[in-house]
């Protein structure tokens, strides 16, 4: 009886000490549906599944740019990432690979490769580097997604599993008072005159968290 109630009383004690020394403050959030691209360059807006989204991207990339922010100590940036139709990942030319990067204030912090092949039982299938970084990473196509049964966009239009959803999700030490983010692609496919529609990106709902504390 007595441990039980030592237990309890350090982690009432720690619970309470962090909720009056933190604070959080959305700083940025964007789901584009009022066509909001101020801070944002290179952007573009178009629509999928019912929904404004930021893109779509091939040899391409956006810049979102926030000034003048509160004083913190930690951000945190999520958004919603779409791989649209046939990418390649791993794979060499004229096929891939298919490499996807994000950039905070202008240092790596994603720089990996995203496959949509179809794994038939004794097929090869194309892997791709996500949720590790490319080169040396061979995982199977939409490990780590959050959704695999969207429709395509060009290519793989009719193909009701043709997008790949993932959450991508950055949580990282920051004190300036500006941020950079930056999301940019490689994507290579040679032997056709369309590429985009061969395989795209786009990117939907943005939030950038300002924690202090
Ligand atoms: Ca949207
Ligand atoms: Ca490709």
Redesign the pocket.
């Known amino acids: 009886m007595i441990k039980k109630f030592l237990f309890i009383i350090p982690l009432f004690f720690i619970t309470a000490c962090n909720k009056n020394v933190s604070n959080e403050v959305v700083v940025y959030h964007n789901d584009f549906e009022t066509n909001d691209l101020s801070n944002i360059t290179n952007g573009v807006i178009s629509t999928y599944n019912n929904s404004s989204v930021l893109g779509q991207y091939n040899d391409g990339n956006f810049i979102l740019t926030l000034n003048n922010l509160p004083k913190h100590d930690i951000i945190t940036i999520t958004f919603d990432l779409y791989i649209h139709d046939?990418?390649?990942g791993n794979?060499k030319a004229p096929?891939?690979p298919?490499i996807w990067e994000m950039f905070i204030n202008g240092d790596p912090f994603i720089y990996t490769t995203f496959s949509n092949a179809a794994c038939a039982p004794g097929n090869f299938c194309s892997p791709q580097s996500y949720p590790a970084d490319y080169p040396s990473n061979y995982n199977n196509p939409r490990t780590g997604a959050y959704r695999i049964d969207l429709p395509g966009v060009c290519s793989w239009k009719d193909d009701p599993k043709g997008t790949t959803l993932y959450k991508i999700s950055k949580t990282f030490k920051n004190s300036d008072n500006k941020l950079v983010l930056q999301c940019v692609d490689k994507?290579?496919?040679t032997n056709t005159d369309d590429p985009k529609c061969?395989?795209s990106w786009s990117v939907d709902n943005i939030n950038v968290k300002a924690v202090t504390l």
């Open positions: 046939s990418w390649d794979k096929d891939g298919d994507l290579v496919q061969d395989e």
